[in-house]
Nanobody, 121 residues
């Protein structure tokens, strides 16, 4: 079993910053990609950012230049630094981790429960 837990959400004013954290634990043999997605009320979940094993990153156009994803490999933790936040960034943010539980098992995706980010004055 793999557990994925996010933290760091909250209420922030427009233009402010927040840092989200996500840790993966449990039966982990290896982690591949770690990433963040978000879902606003009435909208589909959208990919925000990903970071691969070689440190390569990808961002949604809507957050480029404002959000930074980073990773602590020994701690199986991924972070999302969010700056210059806008009201349209308001959403539940979910962490996703691609894990192998053993050398002979396939890659599987695991999701956290989500953390609420609200940008409002």
């Amino acid at each position: 079993q793999v557990h994925v837990v996010e933290s760091g959400g909250g209420l922030v004013q427009p233009g402010g910053s927040l840092r989200l954290s996500c840790g993966a634990s449990g039966s982990i043999f290896r982690i591949n990609v770690m990433g963040w997605s978000r879902q606003a009320p009435g909208k589909q979940r959208e990919l925000v950012a990903t970071i691969s094993n070689d440190g390569g990153t990808n961002y949604a156009d809507s957050v480029k230049g404002r959000f930074t994803i980073s990773r602590d490999f020994p701690k199986n933790t991924v972070y999302l630094q969010m700056n210059s936040l806008k009201p349209e960034d308001t959403a539940v943010y979910f962490c996703n981790v691609e894990v192998r539980t053993s050398w002979d098992r396939p890659w599987l995706g695991f999701w956290g429960q989500g953390t609420q980010v609200t940008v409002s004055s």
